[in-house]
């Protein structure tokens, strides 16, 4: 069906919209809801794998559009892009890496599902679905800032990057969020275009939240962009200059719940006409 509002939100996921130990977003219900009611395209951006978001979002129908792997894969109604390096890229600058620091190194794409549960917390079956990688890898390794200085090194010598997220040094291609959310929006305006008769939609007004410095390119690309603070810090820095760079109140789906309500506030004309719009 087309969109109902020139306005369309892209979030991270771990930490973000899902609370940092138990992956719950139940505490940004009300939102979602909101979000739901007043047709608002929401679009999940992660360095999860599609097998992940694709399962996520059968069991939540939460999501419109799935960005993966740091914006390597791109997913709108079946049809998936892919924007990542091969995965024979990835291995060879994985092993060369390997090769090249002081402590063990593994990943995501070399030990077993069950390295990954113990490593993630995840339940077995979603471990494997996170070892299901198109073009990226999460490093597990605890290395100095010498290790990763060598490692980011190796990665530019074949086009990849070393990104830090919230738990993880992945590596994976110079496609990222803010890359993968401009396309993004040009598939939704399409979209949009094909599915009414009414005028199309030229430009989505955009808020991204997020945690981690991977979410960086998301939110400088944002209209409005919400940090969440990481839920096991006293302090945050703010991750980005931004004209528009808000601070979340609490962490995970909680402060996500909050700054979203307070957003949809100030650009639509539904605030306060519900209990049920604010939980």
Known sequence: MPYSRAIAIFTDLDGTLLDHDTYSWDAARPA????????IPLIAVSSKTLAELEHLNQTSQLFDGLIAENGGVIWLRGTMEQHGPS???IDTARDQIKGAVNVPLGSFRTVSPEVIAL???????????AGQRHCSDPLIWQPSAKDVAKGREIAARWSLNLTKGGRFHTLCGPSNKGHAMKRMLERLMVLNRDDTSETPIKHFTTIALGDSPNDIPMLAEADFAVQIPQKHRSRTAPLLEHSNLQLAPHPGPEGWNAAVNAILDEITNTNKNSEVLHG
């Open 119 to 129: 490593e993630t917390g995840l339940p077995l079956e979603d471990a494997i679905r």
């Open 32 to 39: 979602l809801d909101r979000v739901k009611l007043l047709g």
């Open 87 to 89: 995965i024979e890229t």
